[in-house]
């Protein structure tokens, strides 16, 4: 706001990740109270189509970021990470540290988010073009909080100790929990771990070699370019209708650069 100058933002969210019905309740205050535009990460791509849509008719335009949202409403612009493109970092990471030989399992976040939900499918390509890779569980979603994915983790950790030789979880709360379940079972550093987003303690985990990467996103960027787009918009100037802002992969040997 400061970069494009006259710009004010109001900032709210719902009090919890996962609130859907709080985050739409949110964006229709804003809608009410007559804002120039709106910058939306959907908790829930379908859920908040008819919001946006709200948004349509009173002609508030909205800029989505980070997550994606459901077919239908009009959109300024879809600013985030190509979280396919990241997902198949994420894959080809553990296929990497394992060596091309293994079994691994994928822990999902939450039904409906969309950005979590294009990490998944492609991490799981990358494993179906794998013929030494077994899955061996796609199907479990370890929840939106660090405790819900450690419970998540360690229960399958346990199930499957004496096979299991890699995992992947799609996002920070559920990668935290996914480290302490196998500091907690005896499998850290044995079973090979992919991560995406950092934390301290991720990264505290690449250099004590319990985590074999992490796909890093640039929050930042994605916060800047949606004020940059939707200050665009108001002014009349063109758009892309997508603004990718990049994704990496973080490795033990590399973690430094």
């Known amino acids: 706001a400061e970069e494009v100058g006259g ?4 900032w709210k ?9 709080g985050q739409i309740n949110v964006v229709r ?3 009410t109270n007559g804002v120039d535009g709106i910058v939306l ?3 829930h791509s379908q859920s908040l189509v008819d919001v946006v849509a709200e948004a349509n008719a009173e002609d508030v335009p ?3 970021f980070d997550s994606g949202l459901g077919e239908g409403p009009a959109i300024v612009s879809y600013v985030a990470t190509d979280n396919y493109r990241g997902g198949t970092l994420a894959g080809e990471r553990l296929a990497e540290a394992l060596n091309h030989e293994g079994k691994v399992i994928l822990l999902r976040y939450k039904p409906g988010s969309e950005s979590t939900e294009q990490r998944e499918a492609a991490f799981l390509e990358v494993m179906s073009k794998e013929p030494g890779i077994e899955v061996l569980s796609s199907d479990q979603y370890a929840g939106t909080k660090t405790e819900e994915a450690l419970a998540m983790a360690t229960q399958m950790l346990n199930k499957y100790r004496d096979e299991v030789t890699g995992i992947f979880a799609v996002c920070e709360p559920n990668c935290n929990g996914v480290l302490e379940a196998l500091k907690q079972t005896g499998l850290a550093g ?14 505290q985990g690449l250099s004590e070699d319990t985590v074999a990467g992490i796909v890093l996103q640039d929050p930042f960027e994605m916060g800047r370019q949606s004020v940059l787009a939707l200050a665009k918009h108001v002014k009349g100037e ?5 603004i990718s802002t990049g994704e990496y992969v973080a ?3 590399q973690q430094d650069e």
């Open 238 to 242: 063109k758009v892309e209708s997508f």
């Open 190 to 203: 044995k079973v090979k771990f992919v991560a995406f987003d950092p934390s301290d303690t991720l990264i």
């Open 62 to 64: 909205v800029v989505i």
């Open 251 to 253: 490795t033990p040997d």
């Open 41 to 43: 990460a959907p908790n």
């Open 13 to 21: 969210g719902p009090e919890t990740e996962a609130d859907t019905a």
């Open 29 to 31: 205050n804003f809608i």
């Open 7 to 10: 710009v004010e933002i109001l």
